[in-house]
């Protein structure tokens, strides 16, 4: 039997995928949680595949993971499988004439506030659609972007070092919060001085708000004293209701919630202007959904604003 004939019966796509996982991942549990499936499972097929190839694809070096040499020949086709694959389903959507066909959208956590409701339109016109919509911070959506697995991104500090196509979809403004009786809750105006002492919680290491706000202070010299690292914006707000501190967070987070124990301080300099972005690989391969759905919102604009 031809290697390929023998190939093509042993080794499934499920199995090239998790292999391509695993390594643009690095690691194994961090394939797993990316793909829904467990540890085991993706060590059985990484064993499963070897075994068909009759070679290692990864070497154990310390704790850290590499590739082959027959690992990074195998990871060059695997890649090259999985664009021809993306091709005939673009085109085969053409043929179905987006009656059908799979939107893959990753939003960083704070856009999760703005993009659900342009879905939701979307989805309304094209019924058929299915989309996979990822939300994490800054940093795992710029992963993605950089392991190519979606086909649409949302970010508010699209990665400058990238050739990627960033369009403007809305502005985001960082506003300060704090408790609704903190003592400057009523004050016409105040200055980041007057807060410096107030504790300040801050997103984690990895948010693209943090370096929105780090990057700001820096600029403005104004003193940034984190008190608590919390990694949800959610949880941010329920910390500042409950009185442990200030924060800043996009004025997105504040609009469709119900916090009666929040207000925004009119802070002289603030908010700090950002702007939401729809980016993606300025080489990529647009399918028909993904261009539609680019479509469909550049002709929403002007979107949503958050300004007052
Ligand atoms: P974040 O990102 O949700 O990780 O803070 C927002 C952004 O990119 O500004």
Same mark, same amino acid.
């Given at each position: 039997m031809s290697y390929v004939r023998f190939y093509t019966r042993q080794t499934t796509f499920r199995q090239l995928e998790i292999f391509r996982t695993v390594a643009e991942l690095g690691s194994v549990s961090a394939a797993a949680s990316q793909l829904y499936i467990t540890q085991p499972t993706v060590s059985t097929q990484i064993a499963k595949l070897e075994h068909t190839l009759k070679l290692p694809l990864f070497e154990l070096i310390g704790r850290r993971l590499f590739l082959t040499e027959a690992g990074r020949k195998v990871l060059q086709e695997t890649k090259m499988i999985f664009e021809s694959l993306d091709r005939l389903e673009s085109e085969l959507s053409d043929l179905h004439g987006l009656k059908s066909g799979l939107l893959r959208l990753s939003v960083v956590t704070t856009a999760k506030y703005l993009v659900p409701s342009l879905l939701g339109a979307f989805c309304r016109q094209y019924p058929a659609i299915e989309v996979d919509f990822c939300i994490a911070n800054r940093e795992q959506i710029v992963q993605r972007l950089e392991s190519n697995l979606d086909d649409l991104y949302v970010f *508010?500090?699209?990665?400058?070092?990238?050739?990627i196509v960033a369009q403007p979809l809305a502005d985001n403004p960082l506003v300060v919060i704090a408790q609704a009786n903190h003592a400057l809750a009523n004050a016409q105006e105040v200055t980041w001085q007057q807060l410096e002492h107030d504790p300040f919680l801050i997103r984690e290491v990895g948010s693209g708000t943090r370096i929105a706000i780090e990057r700001y202070f820096a600029e403005q010299n104004w003193v940034l004293r984190p008190k608590m690292t919390i990694a949800s914006n959610e949880a941010i707000k329920e910390s500042v209701a409950a009185g442990l501190g200030i924060a800043i967070l996009s004025r997105h987070t504040l609009?469709? *919630?119900?916090?009666?124990d929040l207000v925004e301080l009119p802070v002289a300099g603030l908010p700090i202007m950002n702007a939401w972005y729809l980016v993606h690989w300025r080489q990529k391969i647009l399918s028909p959904v993904a261009k539609a759905f680019l479509q469909f919102v550049m002709q929403q604009q002007p979107l949503l604003t958050a300004t007052h």
């Amino acid at each position: 039997m031809s290697y390929v004939r023998f190939y093509t019966r042993q080794t499934t796509f499920r199995q090239l995928e998790i292999f391509r996982t695993v390594a643009e991942l690095g690691s194994v549990s961090a394939a797993a949680s990316q793909l829904y499936i467990t540890q085991p499972t993706v060590s059985t097929q990484i064993a499963k595949l070897e075994h068909t190839l009759k070679l290692p694809l990864f070497e154990l070096i310390g704790r850290r993971l590499f590739l082959t040499e027959a690992g990074r020949k195998v990871l060059q086709e695997t890649k090259m499988i999985f664009e021809s694959l993306d091709r005939l389903e673009s085109e085969l959507s053409d043929l179905h004439g987006l009656k059908s066909g799979l939107l893959r959208l990753s939003v960083v956590t704070t856009a999760k506030y703005l993009v659900p409701s342009l879905l939701g339109a979307f989805c309304r016109q094209y019924p058929a659609i299915e989309v996979d919509f990822c939300i994490a911070n800054r940093e795992q959506i710029v992963q993605r972007l950089e392991s190519n697995l979606d086909d649409l991104y949302v970010f *508010s500090q699209p990665p400058t070092q990238l050739d990627i196509v960033a369009q403007p979809l809305a502005d985001n403004p960082l506003v300060v919060i704090a408790q609704a009786n903190h003592a400057l809750a009523n004050a016409q105006e105040v200055t980041w001085q007057q807060l410096e002492h107030d504790p300040f919680l801050i997103r984690e290491v990895g948010s693209g708000t943090r370096i929105a706000i780090e990057r700001y202070f820096a600029e403005q010299n104004w003193v940034l004293r984190p008190k608590m690292t919390i990694a949800s914006n959610e949880a941010i707000k329920e910390s500042v209701a409950a009185g442990l501190g200030i924060a800043i967070l996009s004025r997105h987070t504040l609009l469709h *919630s119900r916090f009666d124990d929040l207000v925004e301080l009119p802070v002289a300099g603030l908010p700090i202007m950002n702007a939401w972005y729809l980016v993606h690989w300025r080489q990529k391969i647009l399918s028909p959904v993904a261009k539609a759905f680019l479509q469909f919102v550049m002709q929403q604009q002007p979107l949503l604003t958050a300004t007052h």
